[in-house]
C-alpha cells in the first residue's frame, strides 16, 4: 500500500493545523520543483503507469467506492449526485483511459509562444512553463481525482488535491493507484498529495500559503467557491454557477426538429440534470415562440422536467408554473427549466448577460448574422451555434479532461485543460549587452 500522501488525523490545535498544511504545501512545493526539470516523456511514462495502476487496484477502488455509495444514501443525498459519485467497471476502465489520452497530447511545458530579435540584437521569447503548487478543492465526482492529478503531472505542475467527504474513500484509493504509478516511472509522489482528513478547521490556514502555493482551483457548490475566495490570500480560479442559456432565434421555425433535439439534450442528457453545462433557462423569440415553444416544453415535460415560465410562456403553455424574478439567476441542478419569451436579439443578449454566469450559452438560428452578434456580444467563456450547452467540457473540446470549467476570466477561461495549467516567462538572450 502507498501513502496516499497525508494522515487522516485529528487535529483539534490551531497550531498544529498549520504545522500539518505547511508540511504538505512544503512536500508539494519540493515536488514541483523537481518536475520543472523532468523531460516531457518521463512525465508521460508516469501517466500511463498511473494508468496501469488504475487498472490494476480496480477491484480496492471499486470497494471502496461502494462505502461511499452506502453512505451517500444513509446520508440521504440526493439520487442524482449518488449517480455521479458511483464507479463500475466501465467507469473504472473511462477513468484509466483519460489518463492515457491525456500522456498522448502535446506537451505544453517549454512552448515557445513568441520569439523575436530586437534592434540591439537582444533575443527575446516567451515561453510556456508551469503554474508550480495547485491547491484544487472538488466536490463528488471520483474521476475528478485523477483528472485534476494526470492534468497537473501533464503540464509539471504539483497538486494538493482535497475531494469532498463524500467521495473520501474512493478519492483515497485513487490517490494510492495515482502515487503507485509516480513511484513506479521515478518520479516524486509528491507531485500529488492528497488531503484526507475533512476537518475544516484545516482549510483556513491552508488558503494562506501563499508563499509555498500558487493557485487556488475551487470546484464544486457556490458556497464552497464564495468561502475560498473569501478566506485565500492565493490567487483564486473560480468556477462559478452554471447558469447556461439557450437562445430560440426568430428564424428557428425552419429548423423545429433541430430546436426540440438540442433542447432536451442541453437539460436532460445527464442524469437529473445535475450538470454545470445544463440548459437552466430557454429564451424565445417572440416570432418563434408560438410554434416551438409549446413543442419543446411538451418535450421537455415528457421527460419529467418542470417548466417555469414569464407570463407569456405561460399563456403558450399552460402547463407551465408562474416564474418568480429569483429564477432568472438561479442554477437548478435539477430537472427543472424556465423558459422566457423575448421581443428581439437584443433582449435576449441583454437578459443573459444580466442573469448568466458567463459560463456556457446557445443560439439556435438559420440566420448568420445573428449568430454572428450573438457570438460577439454574449459574454461568457463558452458560446454554442445550433449545439448543445453540454458540448461545454474538456474532452468534448479535445482537451482529454478538465479541471474545471473556469468562468473568470484571467488567466484561463472555460473547460481547463493541461495548457491552461502553465503561464510563460520571459527568456532574453544577448552577447554581453549593456543598457
Not at 503507485?180 to 516511472?185: C, N, P, Q, S
Not at 457556490?222 to 452554471?242: C, D, N, Q
Not at 427543472?336 to 454566469?357: E, M, W, Y
Request: negative net charge; contains cysteine.
Amino acid at each position: 500500500m502507498v501513502d496516499p500522501g497525508a494522515a487522516n488525523l485529528h487535529l483539534p490545535a490551531m497550531t498544529e493545523a498549520n504545522e500539518f498544511v505547511t508540511s504538505l504545501a512544503s512536500r508539494a512545493k519540493t515536488a514541483s520543483r523537481a518536475l520543472v526539470s523532468l523531460p516531457g516523456h518521463v512525465r508521460d511514462t508516469a501517466l500511463l503507469r498511473m494508468a496501469v495502476e488504475v487498472r490494476a487496484r480496480r477491484a480496492d477502488i471499486l470497494a471502496a467506492n461502494a462505502i461511499d455509495i452506502a453512505a451517500a444514501g444513509e446520508a440521504g443525498l440526493a439520487a442524482a449526485l449518488i449517480e455521479r459519485l458511483k464507479l463500475d467497471d466501465k467507469r473504472v476502465e473511462k477513468i484509466a483511459r483519460a489518463i492515457e489520452d491525456i500522456a498522448g497530447q502535446t506537451d505544453p511545458v517549454g512552448q515557445t509562444l513568441e520569439g523575436y530579435v530586437r534592434p540591439n540584437g537582444l533575443r527575446i521569447e516567451k515561453r510556456r512553463v508551469p503554474l508550480g503548487v495547485v491547491l484544487f478543492f472538488y466536490e463528488s465526482r471520483p474521476n475528478v481525482t485523477t483528472d485534476a492529478a494526470a492534468l497537473c503531472l501533464k503540464s509539471a505542475n504539483a497538486v494538493i488535491l482535497r475531494g469532498g467527504k463524500e467521495c473520501l474513500h474512493s478519492n483515497r484509493a485513487l490517490v494510492v493507484a495515482i502515487r503507485a504509478g509516480l513511484e513506479a516511472a521515478g518520479v516524486p509522489q509528491d507531485a500529488v498529495v492528497f488531503l484526507d482528513n475533512p476537518d475544516r478547521a484545516l482549510v483556513p490556514p491552508l488558503l494562506k500559503l501563499d508563499h509555498l502555493i500558487d493557485i487556488v482551483i475551487p470546484r464544486g457548490g457556490e458556497s464552497l467557491i464564495r468561502a475560498v475566495v473569501e478566506e485565500s490570500t492565493i490567487p483564486v480560479l473560480k468556477h462559478f454557477t452554471g447558469n447556461c442559456h439557450v437562445y430560440v432565434d426568430a428564424s428557428a421555425g425552419t429548423i423545429a426538429e433541430q430546436v426540440v433535439a438540442v433542447c432536451v439534450n442541453a437539460k436532460t442528457s445527464y442524469p437529473g440534470g445535475a450538470v454545470c453545462n445544463a440548459a437552466e433557462k430557454i429564451l424565445f423569440h417572440q416570432d418563434a415562440a408560438p410554434l416551438l415553444l409549446p413543442r419543446v416544453a411538451a418535450a421537455l415535460l415528457a421527460k419529467g422536467v418542470e417548466i417555469r415560465g414569464d407570463e407569456a410562456t405561460c399563456k403558450l403553455f399552460p402547463g407551465a408554473i408562474p416564474a418568480t424574478g429569483a429564477d432568472w439567476p438561479e442554477e437548478y441542478l435539477a430537472l427543472k427549466v424556465a423558459f422566457k419569451v423575448v421581443g428581439s436579439l437584443d433582449h435576449a443578449i441583454d437578459h443573459i448577460n444580466t442573469h448568466g454566469s458567463r459560463h456556457t450559452d446557445a443560439i439556435l438560428t438559420t440566420d448568420t448574422r445573428a449568430a454572428d452578434r450573438f457570438v460577439a456580444e454574449v459574454d461568457s467563456a463558452s458560446v454554442m451555434v445550433n449545439a448543445s450547452t453540454r458540448f461545454a467540457d474538456g474532452g468534448e473540446y479535445g482537451l482529454g479532461a478538465e479541471l474545471g470549467i473556469s468562468t473568470d476570466k484571467l488567466h484561463a477561461r472555460g473547460p481547463m485543460g493541461a495548457t491552461d495549467l502553465t503561464t510563460y516567462k520571459w527568456i532574453v538572450t544577448g552577447q554581453g549587452h549593456c543598457r
